[in-house]
């Protein structure tokens, strides 16, 4: 490792280094809207696959078996994290990682509306205890996108009388489950589950309709100011923010009118439209990142063709500096990243992308950014979502035909030699 130490020593000695994780994508056995969604339209998304999918990622032949198989789309035992979390938090250890995010499912708390179930709160609650007897930092995260299904049946987040139900699990959460947490992440990525389930329309509930999004947008606003208001109130100490999906978006042509309008509109949109309006209702700012977007004339997305992830998406890991530069003139709080990684089955590019996030890291703390904490995503191999099972974000992978063999990829092996090196500096 020939890093330059001397550079390392601008990460704070209390810098979280971690990984994150999702309920839905990794535990197994859940019971949620998204459960019944991918079971009605598992056959119907292999059939389309090659339609929806062929052209914009890079190597469709190595994808296209497991694209194109309906098992694909069903996320089922997940990665059995459920079961097997006091592993999974070995393997963070070993790694050299002192931090990690993972979600409290409300399925799994609520199940039917009104009625608890108390195993669940004690699952929960030991999982947490798990994570402190191994000194990792728990950022426990209350939405990333699941619901339980009457919640789901009542309108979900496109009424907002139903933001009450919301108020009433997290205030269970504040009362069962924080006494050994300080950072909780409210929601995660507003912007991309709105934009998906009712703008295009891909995932569930499939809306397409602009109303309904303006109105899941601003009642997920609303729902993150009262859960922020229930979580300080029942212990003040609590570090309370969302994580939100930032793209470094930058114009193609730096001094095109157009391109910079196109850029401004986006950037403002996307990136900073929901966090302003939530100001004062957050205690640090949560990233997460991507990738970059290159904009020209009239919101007409121009990236460069390589180097893509197995996704398709344009990486550009150094986009994390002025994001990080951006994010702290904006709001002056203290900064996590709460996502970044990469669909890298060949673990080809994830060490490079590692080395160069560093860096942007290094550059943002030498200029004053108060960075306090890096969580890649993610752990271990995950259902992704609209793809299904084949794209590959894993430090560890899982071979879920194996046995739910988890492999720590070379990457994540030069990821915590890193920690260690920099930890030391
Ligand atoms: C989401 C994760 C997802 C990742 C990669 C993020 O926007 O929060 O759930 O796995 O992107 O697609």
């Not at 550079?7 to 990984?19: C, H, M, Q, T």
């Not at 339209?41 to 309906?70: C, G, M, Y």
């Not at 979600?103 to 009625?115: A, M, N, Q, T, V």
């Not at 910079?260 to 205690?283: A, E």
């Given at each position: 490792m020939?890093?330059?130490?001397n550079n390392d020593?601008?990460f704070p000695?209390?810098?979280?280094?971690?990984?994150s994780?999702?309920?839905?994508?990794?535990?197994?056995?859940l019971q949620?809207?998204?459960?019944?969604?991918e079971?009605?339209?598992a056959?119907?998304?292999?059939?389309?696959a090659?339609?929806?999918q062929?052209?914009?990622i890079?190597f469709w032949s190595?994808?296209?078996?497991a694209?194109?198989d309906p098992?694909?789309?069903?996320?089922?035992?997940?990665?059995?994290?459920f079961k097997?979390?006091k592993?999974?938090?070995?393997?963070?250890?070993?790694l050299n990682m002192?931090?990690?995010?993972f979600?409290i499912?409300?399925s799994?708390l609520?199940p039917?509306?009104?009625?608890?179930?108390?195993?669940?709160?004690?699952?929960y609650?030991?999982?947490?205890a798990e994570?402190?007897?191994r000194?990792?930092?728990?950022?426990?995260?209350?939405?990333?996108?699941?619901?339980?299904?009457?919640?789901?049946e009542?309108?979900?987040f496109?009424?907002?009388?139903?933001?009450?139900y919301?108020e009433?699990?997290?205030q269970?959460?504040?009362?069962?489950?924080?006494?050994?947490l300080?950072?909780?992440?409210?929601l995660?990525?507003?912007?991309v589950?709105?934009?998906?389930?009712?703008?295009?329309?891909?995932w569930?509930?499939?809306?397409?309709?602009?109303?309904?999004?303006?109105?899941?947008?601003?009642?997920?606003?609303?729902?993150?100011?009262?859960?922020?208001?229930i979580?300080k109130?029942?212990?003040p100490?609590?570090?309370?923010g969302?994580?939100?999906?930032?793209a470094?978006?930058q114009?193609?042509?730096?001094h095109?009118?157009f391109?910079?309008?196109?850029t401004?509109?986006?950037?403002?949109?996307?990136n900073w439209w929901?966090?302003?309006?939530?100001?004062?209702?957050?205690?640090?700012?949560?990233?997460?990142?991507y990738?970059s977007d290159?904009?020209?004339?009239?919101?007409k997305?121009?990236?460069?063709?390589?180097?893509?992830?197995?996704?398709?998406w344009?990486m550009e890991?150094?986009?994390?500096?002025?994001l990080?530069l951006?994010?702290?003139?904006h709001?002056?709080?203290?900064?996590?990243?709460?996502e970044?990684?990469?669909?890298?089955?060949?673990?080809?590019?994830r060490?490079?992308?590692?080395?160069?996030?560093?860096?942007?890291?290094?550059?943002?703390l030498?200029e004053?950014?108060?960075?306090?904490?890096?969580?890649?995503?993610?752990?271990l191999?995950?259902f992704e979502?609209?793809?299904?099972?084949?794209?590959?974000y894993?430090?560890v992978g899982v071979?879920?035909e194996?046995?739910?063999?988890?492999?720590?990829?070379?990457?994540a092996?030069?990821f915590a030699?890193?920690?260690?090196?920099?930890?030391?500096?």
């Amino acid at each position: 490792m020939n890093e330059n130490n001397n550079n390392d020593k601008i990460f704070p000695k209390s810098f979280f280094w971690g990984a994150s994780t999702a309920g839905h994508q990794v535990e197994g056995g859940l019971q949620d809207q998204w459960t019944l969604w991918e079971q009605a339209h598992a056959k119907e998304l292999a059939q389309t696959a090659h339609q929806r999918q062929a052209d914009e990622i890079p190597f469709w032949s190595n994808v296209k078996d497991a694209a194109e198989d309906p098992d694909n789309y069903i996320s089922g035992r997940g990665v059995e994290h459920f079961k097997r979390y006091k592993e999974d938090f070995d393997i963070v250890k070993q790694l050299n990682m002192n931090a990690f995010r993972f979600s409290i499912e409300w399925s799994r708390l609520e199940p039917k509306e009104g009625k608890w179930d108390e195993a669940a709160i004690e699952h929960y609650r030991k999982y947490i205890a798990e994570l402190r007897a191994r000194r990792i930092e728990p950022f426990a995260n209350l939405w990333h996108w699941t619901l339980p299904v009457w919640f789901e049946e009542m309108g979900g987040f496109k009424k907002r009388s139903n933001v009450k139900y919301f108020e009433r699990f997290v205030q269970k959460v504040a009362e069962e489950l924080t006494e050994d947490l300080t950072f909780i992440i409210t929601l995660n990525e507003p912007n991309v589950f709105t934009t998906f389930g009712y703008t295009i329309g891909e995932w569930p509930p499939q809306e397409k309709n602009l109303i309904s999004a303006v109105k899941v947008y601003f009642n997920l606003i609303h729902a993150h100011k009262r859960a922020y208001k229930i979580l300080k109130k029942r212990k003040p100490m609590l570090q309370v923010g969302i994580a939100q999906q930032l793209a470094n978006i930058q114009a193609k042509r730096p001094h095109n009118f157009f391109d910079q309008l196109s850029t401004k509109i986006m950037r403002y949109y996307w990136n900073w439209w929901f966090s302003n309006r939530i100001r004062n209702q957050q205690d640090f700012l949560g990233i997460n990142y991507y990738f970059s977007d290159y904009y020209t004339g009239l919101f007409k997305r121009v990236n460069p063709k390589v180097p893509l992830s197995d996704v398709g998406w344009y990486m550009e890991p150094e986009g994390l500096y002025p994001l990080l530069l951006r994010s702290w003139a904006h709001f002056r709080k203290p900064i996590y990243i709460t996502e970044n990684g990469l669909a890298d089955a060949q673990d080809e590019y994830r060490r490079w992308w590692i080395e160069e996030s560093i860096v942007a890291m290094q550059r943002a703390l030498s200029e004053g950014v108060d960075l306090r904490g890096y969580l890649h995503w993610s752990l271990l191999d995950n259902f992704e979502w609209k793809y299904g099972w084949w794209p590959k974000y894993g430090l560890v992978g899982v071979n879920r035909e194996h046995h739910m063999k988890r492999t720590i990829r070379a990457s994540a092996k030069w990821f915590a030699a890193r920690i260690k090196q920099i930890n030391k500096a």
